[in-house]
């Protein structure tokens, strides 16, 4: 059973910029073959895909609103995958989650956004942007 553990989150100004981490432990051999991704879900709101990027880094995936702000990373060594997040805006606030994809991601050369291709899911970090 593979456990995520998401960290980085905080009170931040918008403007301003943030590096969440997420650590995969218990399952090294499949995180390194899997697309791992990042979703938020807001207050009110369903949960929504931010970035997601396939198991060797060539394939990547932004939602639109944070396209050229927000960039996604992975380190197999350390069976961990980052995000950026760059230019806050207060509509950043969120809950953000890693989540690590399914035995069909394994190897793909694409990444997916549907959380239902995601089996493995950290507890969440908390993502605040003042104006």
């Known amino acids: 059973q593979v456990q995520l553990v998401e960290s980085g989150g905080r009170l931040v100004q918008a403007g301003g910029s943030l590096r969440l981490s997420c650590a995969a432990s218990?399952?090294?051999?499949?995180?390194?073959?899997?697309?791992m991704g990042w979703f938020r879900q807001a207050p009110g709101k369903e949960r929504e895909f931010v970035a997601a990027?396939?198991?060797?880094?060539?394939?990547?995936g932004y939602r639109d609103a944070v396209k050229g702000r927000f960039t996604i990373s992975r380190d197999n060594t350390k069976d961990s995958v980052y995000l950026q997040m760059n230019s806050l805006k207060v509509e950043d606030t969120a809950v953000y989650f890693c989540?690590?994809?399914?035995?069909?991601?394994?190897?793909?050369?694409?990444?997916?956004?549907?959380?239902?291709?995601?089996?493995?899911w950290g507890q969440g970090t908390q993502v605040t942007v003042s104006s």
């Open positions: 989540a690590g994809g399914s035995a069909g991601t394994f190897r793909s050369g694409v990444v997916t956004t549907a959380p239902s291709d995601y089996d493995a």
């Open positions: 218990g399952r090294g051999r499949t995180f390194r073959q899997s697309t």
């Open positions: 990027i396939n198991w060797n880094g060539i394939s990547i």
